[in-house]
């Protein structure tokens, strides 16, 4: 596997998001790698696995115990063995380390059956079901948040004048909103990160933190922004308005659509600054670019990338790998094309509530594909 897949697998099994055979592919990696060349695998997949997880602290207990002798005498550790060592861990204890990750972010159970899940400001995990009851309470237990339905709303009661984070999943195939302290409302895609305060400090701006995609409708607040940092990368910034933000790690771009109001983008390592930030206008599609950080705006239909807060799924000359992400984070399952000819390929298509058989019937009666269905795995001769 590449660098990229790798990555990717990690990121999506840490967000709940792995299928079966990833889950397999990832573990099979794990246990076959016993070497210490490759620096980019201890340096930013070893810390993300470790550091994200929590278990430094253990892994770091195994590689001392290294130190010890066995029944096949001491082991003589290099410098570079040192440097690689908490990787090699992983490669060596890949069962027991992938069984704490599983217990750590919440049970077995809760990832294969995608459950949404909340992690509150002490690490403590929740899971949420849409049909189900939620108490969000703060360190000194008073209630600060409800789930109501589909959704979870925060109380602007509280009177603390600190920061306290709540991180909230959406795996695929489900949805979700929130209702912020100030009365902002944010509507969850599938596959979707959200990182929040509890509650805004007045005086400040309100910041909130996005991986995936996102419909926020922001409470007006002229002396407070609204700024939705978007995967460390670019900032959007908002006084109350309503607009949609689409970041999935397949996308080259990360698109801002405005439906009103007004918003300026700007680089996240840069203080906001009017004349520098790019305006967005209603009915317009800013597509900032992931690796040279330039911004494309363009006059869209708006419709077509907010359709998905109703379970609409609408495609406008849409390539087939843009069709393929979309209808696997919506029905959840894992897509696995053999027809290399429907790469080449573009769709116009709406789709309203149709199941996945129901969606893959109407692009073989215009394509001629055929395709298998085996529980949440399709595959495309």
């Known amino acids: 596997m590449t660098k990229k897949e790798i990555e990717s697998l990690v990121n999506k099994y840490?967000?709940?998001?792995?299928?079966?055979?990833?889950?397999?592919?990832?573990?099979?990696?794990?246990?076959?790698?016993?070497?210490?060349?490759?620096?980019?695998?201890?340096?930013?997949?070893?810390?993300?696995?470790?550091?994200?997880?929590?278990?430094?602290?253990?892994i770091q207990k195994k590689i001392e115990g290294f130190d010890a002798p066995n029944s096949g005498g001491s082991i003589k550790r290099t410098r570079p063995y040192r440097k690689y060592?908490?990787?090699?861990?992983?490669?060596?204890?890949?069962s027991s380390a992938l069984y704490v990750f599983k217990q750590h972010f919440t049970s077995k159970e809760t990832l294969d059956t995608n459950t949404i899940t909340l992690t509150l400001d002490n690490g403590e995990v929740r899971t949420i079901s849409e049909d189900g009851s939620l108490q969000v309470t703060d360190t000194e237990g008073n209630i600060i948040g409800e789930q109501q339905g589909k959704q979870l709303i925060y109380s602007n009661d509280s009177n603390t004048e600190k920061l306290a984070y709540n991180t909230i999943i959406v795996p695929y195939g489900k949805l979700f909103d929130i209702r912020l302290s100030d009365g902002s409302h944010v509507f969850l895609n599938a596959g979707t990160t959200l990182k929040y305060p509890v509650k805004f400090i007045n005086g400040s701006e309100r910041q909130v933190f996005l991986k995936g995609e996102a419909y926020f409708e922001v409470a007006k607040d002229e002396q407070d922004p609204f700024v939705v940092t978007v995967e460390n990368q670019m900032n959007v910034r908002a006084l109350g308005t309503a607009f949609n933000i689409s970041s999935y790690e397949e996308d080259r771009t990360i698109n801002t659509v405005l439906i009103e109001g007004s918003v300026g983008i700007y680089d996240k390592e840069k203080t906001f600054n009017l004349n520098e930030a790019?305006?967005?206008?209603?009915?317009?599609?800013?597509?900032?670019?992931?690796?040279?950080?330039?911004?494309?705006?363009?006059?869209?239909?708006?419709?077509?990338?907010?359709?998905?807060?109703?379970?609409?799924?609408?495609?406008?000359?849409?390539?087939?790998?843009?069709?393929?992400?979309?209808?696997?984070?919506?029905?959840?399952?894992?897509?696995?094309?053999?027809?290399?000819?429907?790469?080449?390929?573009?769709?116009?298509?709406?789709?309203n509530n149709e199941t996945i058989d129901q969606v893959l019937q109407t692009l073989s009666s215009s394509t001629n594909i055929i395709y298998k269905i085996k529980g949440n795995e399709i595959i495309i001769e």
């Open 14 to 58: 840490l967000e709940g998001r792995c299928t079966p055979a990833e889950k397999k592919l990832l573990d099979d990696f794990l246990q076959s790698y016993q070497n210490s060349d490759s620096k980019w695998i201890a340096s930013e997949l070893g810390n993300r696995l470790m550091i994200e997880s929590k278990l430094y602290e253990n």
């Open 85 to 94: 060592a908490a990787i090699l861990v992983l490669g060596i204890f890949c």
């Open 278 to 351: 790019t305006l967005l206008d209603p009915n317009h599609k800013a597509a900032w670019h992931r690796e040279h950080h330039e911004i494309g705006i363009e006059r869209v239909e708006t419709e077509v990338y907010t359709a998905w807060m109703q379970r609409k799924l609408i495609f406008k000359h849409a390539p087939f790998n843009v069709l393929k992400k979309k209808l696997e984070r919506f029905y959840n399952v894992n897509i696995q094309n053999k027809n290399r000819v429907l790469d080449e390929s573009t769709f116009n298509a709406s789709f």
